[in-house]
């Protein structure tokens, strides 16, 4: 339905993740492109030192981003839009509360892990009232984390970024069909 928009997709999460960072303050460590140096680790099976973080390219960890979470939040059949929200949140803060804040907003049974009735309910609600929705459940959750103080100013200008731009992707797919 949307794979169309998996290079917007993920050029808009490689903004947003911007480039090398290791905040002590940040439980993910090494950090680059948004990979974290445990992930990196765990798609290579070999470990990584700092400079191998720091050299980590977009077309490097493009094919992790497409198997680890555009293609577990099912985004190729999401709707346009819909699936920059939820790979955002994927990326962000794991696949698993990527599925629930779906879940939430479409009113499926909220188990975490997408599944056809999901993609349904995804498919046949209003997709911009869905991106509200996500954005909205996943302020509520980053709020309530420990490290909101820290972070809090750029979740939140990320999260608004994220619902301009997914609402962007239906009106630019509305336009070419």
Sequence with gaps: ?????WPTALAAVLKHEGGYVNHPADPGGRT???VTQRVWESWTNQPADEAAMRALTPELVAPLYRERYWNAVRADELPAGVDLAVFDVAVNSGTGRAGKLLQQAVGAAVDGSIGPRTVAL???ADHVATIDR???????FLRALP???TFGKGWSRRVEAVRSEAKALI?????TH
């Design 1 to 5: 339905m949307s794979a169309a928009t």
């Design 147 to 149: 490290i909101w103080p």
């Design 171 to 175: 009106d630019i797919r509305a336009a």
């Design 134 to 140: 996500i954005c909205d459940l996943r302020l509520e």
């Design 122 to 124: 995804a498919t046949a």
């Design 32 to 34: 680059n492109l948004g």
